[in-house]
């Protein structure tokens, strides 16, 4: 066991060694490997922070009811009375044309802008919130036709519809940044394999006379798996550097689209389990690229 | 310990090499291969080391009979051999210690037994203190004991030099055979392959003569009367 262990370690040191003695080919090797990683990785941390914002609002939709300009205040809060009193909304709360400014002007900081309209554009609203029997997308929808019917009601915008499109749009994301996983990891074993291809053309003679005096198959198959490995490791280590440094680009366009949906969340942060999953999917990629690329190159070089 | 039994090989080309070839060679026994330029004697030892497969007629090294070997036993049995190529096949991107210590790695010995080994390998051939030299940096002479260092590093039971005194003088010549003669006296089957005539008639051995890939004389010795 010591000796096997012996062996294993000789065989990674010299591997180590021969990343030294051709450091820029063996970096370049990493970049595109680390690069290749980390496409699919930002659209994965983009789409789990866009996640994080979509949770907050599931099961408790918005019913945003805006009652007609032409109204008097008097006449809006009737109908705030009628709309409270309905079975199926649980809570509402009516903002004031004043009240919506304020809001807005908080969430967009465009005071100045609006000041020059000289007056307030926006019209008196109720926020509705409907009971968990009407939560559903099918009976909001019916209770959206029920009361568009009410005079004096402009429109309502159910937030559930921008669930479900946010939703839909996070679905398709989740399937491309999948879909693109398995085509760059198809990509990295093209790359890997074709670098240990050239490593092994490299050590023809090395190989050939290794054969010679009694070296087996897997001894000689042995330091090029390492290199695949090393490789798949590197690459991944540098992957999660460069995703470092991409998080902190992307963060504010993901804070800013945080606010707007009044949630607090920030960049989605890989958890540890993740990280090494990166770099576990490196390596493991890169040893059975190695693998295949040496079973298939290996078999040509015969001692002569 | 080594049988060649109607031993044929015919190169892919179509060149035939050696032709129905017999003989046979005791354990312990030391004998030189002679012959002129393109006889077979390089062929001869491709297919003892299974570098080379025959084309007809059964081959049995160390009792195993290259029939039944297959590609995963071949390892295990040039472990066994020691070979001086006749062009040396060193690695040239490498030092010297570490192509004498090949043959020792791939077998997984320790580091330290490997430095004892190699340190009292390169005594013996005359380059004490050249371990980290590379190849490159020295004679065509020294190249070939670097060779023959990496032959004998593992104690093989078997040992076969091709020309291995092609490029040294008659002292060196003289030291180098003197080298094989005293691992022969330990029990070491050797076949010597060569044109030097001199050394064969100083040391006294059986000769194996080909000529155009057939044995032509020497005292070689019927497989089928032996046992
Ligand atoms: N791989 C090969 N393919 C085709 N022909 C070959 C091959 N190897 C050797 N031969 C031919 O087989 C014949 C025997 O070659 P071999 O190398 O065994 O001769 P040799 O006795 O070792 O000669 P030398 O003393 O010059 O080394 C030669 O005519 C050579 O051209
Ligand atoms: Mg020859």
């Keep these: ?304 | 310990m080594i049988t060649l039994d109607h031993v044929s090989k015919i190169y892919q080309n179509g060149h035939q090499a050696l032709n129905d070839v017999s003989f046979n060679m005791a354990a312990g026994e030391m004998a030189f291969l002679l012959g002129h330029s393109g006889a077979g004697k390089s062929t001869l030892f491709k297919l003892i080391t299974a570098i080379e497969k025959p084309t007809s007629g059964r081959i049995t090294v160390d009792g195993k009979s290259f029939d039944k070997l297959r590609d995963s036993q071949i390892p295990a049995l040039r472990q066994e051999i020691g070979v001086v190529f006749q062009d040396h096949k060193l690695l040239y991107d490498r030092t010297v210690f570490d192509n004498v210590a090949l043959p020792l790695i791939v077998i997984g010995m320790s580091h330290d037994e490997i430095k004892k080994r190699v340190r009292a390998a390169l005594g013996k051939v005359g380059l004490s203190g050249k371990e980290k030299v590379l190849p490159v940096a020295l004679s065509g002479g020294e190249q070939q004991r670097v060779g023959i260092a990496r032959a004998v590093i593992n104690r093989p039971n078997i040992l076969l030099a091709d020309e291995p005194t092609g490029n040294l003088d008659e002292s060196l010549s003289d030291e180098i055979l003197d080298i094989f003669a005293d691992f022969n006296r330990v029990g070491v089957t050797v076949l010597i392959a060569t044109h030097d005539l001199r050394q064969v008639e100083r040391l006294n051995k059986r000769t194996i003569e080909l000529s155009q890939g057939e044995i032509t004389g020497g005292e070689t010795i019927e497989p089928t009367k032996l046992s």
């Design chain 1, 1 to 304: 066991m010591r000796t096997y262990l012996n062996r294993h370690l000789q065989v990674l040191f010299a591997a180590i060694g021969t990343f030294a003695r051709t450091p820029f080919a063996s970096l370049a090797t990493i970049l595109i490997i680390a690069i290749t990683l980390v496409l699919p990785s930002i659209l994965y941390i983009t789409l789990k922070s866009g996640q994080q914002i979509a949770e907050g609002w599931q099961g408790r939709p918005q019913i945003s009811i805006f009652i007609d300009t032409e109204l008097g205040a008097q006449e809006a809060k009737l109908i705030f009375a009628e709309l409270s009193l309905h079975p199926a909304i649980e809570t509402a709360e009516f903002l004031t044309p004043q009240q919506a400014l304020e809001e807005f002007t908080a969430l967009s900081g465009m005071s100045y802008e609006l000041d020059f309209l000289g007056e307030n554009p926006l019209p008196a609203s109720i926020v509705a919130m409907p009971d968990q029997e009407n939560s559903e997308s099918d009976s909001l929808q019916a209770l959206k036709t029920e009361l568009e019917k009410i005079e004096g009601i402009e429109s309502i915008r159910l937030d559930l519809e921008w669930t479900d499109k946010f939703n839909s749009l996070l679905n398709t994301a989740e399937r491309t940044t999948y879909l693109l996983f398995a085509l760059l990891s198809a990509a990295l074993f093209l790359i890997v394999g074709n670098t240990i291809k050239l490593l092994i053309m490299n050590r023809r003679d090395e190989i050939e006379v290794t054969k010679l005096v009694g070296g087996s198959n897997a001894f000689v198959r042995r330091p090029f798996l390492y290199y695949g490995f090393l490789f798949g490791v590197c690459g991944g280590v540098c992957a999660l550097v460069l995703l470092y440094f991409s998080a902190i680009y992307i963060s504010p366009a993901l804070e800013n689209l945080a606010t707007l949906y009044q949630k607090e969340t920030l960049v989605y942060q890989l958890n540890w389990h993740e990280l090494l999953c990166i770099v576990a999917f490196g390596g493991a990629l890169g040893w059975i690229a190695a693998r295949l690329s040496v079973a298939r190159h290996l078999r040509h070089i015969k001692p002569r």
